[in-house]
């Protein structure tokens, strides 16, 4: 009812910082080019497999960007569609189920909204069909205002893989849709190819497969490097059109690729062991967000996806004060070094805790667990309020200019 909303409210404004003076609006009107890059997680950047580096062009490109290389997916089993969840409306998603599925009939606020409300056209674009992930109708009540599904792209047997069609080109095909689209718009490039089982033609494969005892880990490389490629070309062509200066450049992991039953490979790789903690760890993905004229920067912030859309906006120079968003603006010089991921688990700046155990950061040695103690009840306040707003349907209620 009304009351929780005012609780959850006023917790939100108690949480709520004041952005940096610099960068609030210094992306003002550009337009917003948001790439979800398949099951892409931190651990291959600046890292080789067989001698060869695996992602040689974002290894690049983070260099003349904004780099958070302590940011953490927040999904569950909604996978893709939580991560466009959470980016999207500053929310977690489930604990269990999609929200995508089960809450797309919900009042929200989303990104896409408020930047319509601000002259922006707002589209995602993604190479399969509407209705999967239920994105047909959940697009809408997250307002966008069009979805290039598979229908807008000419897929065959040649230029598909795996889930379907082949990330380059569904990047080259895109730049027409692009080219089309009233600006300033706000562009979400949904890629594919990286997606387990991670399968690849030959003549794509342009590093060698790891060796291990796990298929999965040892194609992962490959079709990381081909994605990885994609956008290399993506902004290859959008320098070529002239789309690259007047836009912001946000890429993400949408969430891990190599689950828990790859350990002993993951180990292998690593060169350690694969602990609770470590398992948080690769919980890591990559956030990257271009700003043209802006300098590169590498930021070590404990943060995850809920803090994208406030970090956003703010760079929009659009006021959030009067949303309802549970992430934080990952620029503000107040901002706190804490992360709660759909388990429970949470991050801070000194500790990992995870399955009951508190864990050094630095060293990854089991610690106190008082230490834990003062953010376990806040990790799940959080999560406990952002369901409480999801299962209520508690945005229809709140009205704010
Ligand atoms: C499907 C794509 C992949 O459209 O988003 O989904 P995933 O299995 O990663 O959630
Ligand atoms: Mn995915």
């Not at 890292?47 to 999904?75: A, M, W």
């Not at 929310?91 to 089960?102: N, W």
């Not at 060796?211 to 194609?219: A, E, G, I, P, V």
């Amino acid at each position: 009812d009304g009351s929780e909303l005012t609780e959850i409210e006023n917790y939100v404004r108690a949480n709520q910082k004041e952005p940096d003076a610099d960068l609030f609006g210094i992306a003002k009107g550009k337009n917003v080019i948001m790439i979800s890059l398949e099951s892409l997680q931190s651990f291959v950047i600046n890292e080789k497999v067989n001698g060869q580096e695996i992602t040689p062009f974002l290894n690049e490109f983070i260099k003349e960007s904004y780099y958070f290389d302590n940011f953490y997916h927040q999904t569950g089993q909604g996978k893709t569609s939580d991560s466009e969840f959470i980016i999207e409306n500053s929310l977690y998603p489930l604990g269990r189920g999609a929200v995508f599925f089960t809450n797309a009939q919900n009042e929200y606020k989303a990104m896409p909204e408020v930047l319509t409300e601000h002259g922006y056209f707002t589209a995602s674009l993604h190479a399969n069909h509407r209705s999967f992930w239920n994105r047909d109708i959940m697009y809408d009540a997250l307002g966008y205002q069009h979805f290039y599904d598979s229908d807008a792209y000419e897929i065959t047997e040649e230029n598909s893989v795996n889930w379907g069609l082949k990330d380059k080109e569904f990047f080259s095909q895109s730049i027409n849709h692009l080219k089309e689209m009233q600006e300033p718009y706000y562009a979400k490039f949904i890629t594919l190819t990286n997606h387990f089982p991670f399968t690849l033609n030959e003549e794509d494969r342009t590093i060698d497969e790891y060796d291990s005892s796990s298929n999965t880990l040892n194609r992962y490389f490959p079709t990381v490097r081909y994605m990885d490629e994609a956008v290399e070309q993506f902004i290859h062509d959008l320098k070529r059109e002239g789309l690259y200066d007047n836009s912001i450049i946000v890429l993400y992991g949408d969430h891990y690729g190599i689950s828990k039953n790859h350990n002993d490979a993951m180990s292998q790789f690593l060169g350690k062991e694969i602990t609770p903690f470590e398992t948080v760890q690769l919980q890591r993905v990559p956030l990257i967000i271009h700003i043209p004229g802006q300098e590169g920067q590498t930021i070590s912030h404990v943060a995850g996806q809920i803090d994208v859309r406030p970090t956003l906006l703010h760079l929009l120079g659009i006021q959030t004060d009067n949303y309802i968003e549970l992430g934080n603006d990952l620029f503000s010089d107040d901002y706190v070094d804490f992360t709660v991921l759909r388990d429970s688990s949470f991050i801070t700046d000194n500790y990992v805790y995870t399955m009951d155990i508190c864990y050094d950061k630095k060293t990854g040695e089991v610690t106190d667990l008082q230490a834990c103690q003062p953010y376990v009840d806040i990790a799940k306040q959080e999560l406990n309020y952002s369901d409480k707003l999801i299962y209520g349907d508690l945005l229809r209620f709140y009205e704010k200019e």
